[in-house]
């Protein structure tokens, strides 16, 4: 009667019975490079710019995945503020490239 209780049995063996904790199935992850051929010519820039687009299931799908590794990486635009959205996303990639042709 104290077996079925757990009186004698051994720690090991109850830990062997025990449930194990789920293991997550590893997340495979892409990085990509991409060139981008700027032309030294500064466009006129006395006005700003706004966008306004339907994205393809593909475009959508992707850039949010762009904007979750962002968010995960605590990734911040040049005003301090934190990229946690697909908007933010999209103004960090263009800070990016920015920073690239200027150097």
Same mark, same amino acid.
């Given at each position: ?21 789920? &293991?997550?199935?590893? &997340? ?17 820039? /006395?006005?700003? &710019? ?14 949010? /995945?762009?904007?979750? /590794? ?12 934190? &990229? ?20």
């Amino acid at each position: 009667m104290l077996e079925q209780f757990g009186g004698t049995e051994q720690p090991a063996e109850r830990e062997a019975r025990a449930p194990q904790p789920a &293991v997550k199935p590893a &997340v495979k992850t892409s990085a990509v490079l991409i060139e981008v051929p700027i032309s030294p010519e500064l466009p006129p820039t /006395q006005f700003g &710019v706004h966008i306004d687009t339907h994205l393809t299931g593909i475009q959508a799908t992707t850039i949010r /995945q762009v904007a979750a /590794q962002l968010d995960r990486r605590l990734a911040v635009l040049k005003n301090g503020k934190r &990229v946690v959205n697909v908007t933010d996303a999209v103004k960090y990639l263009i800070e990016l490239i920015a920073a690239e042709t200027r150097a």
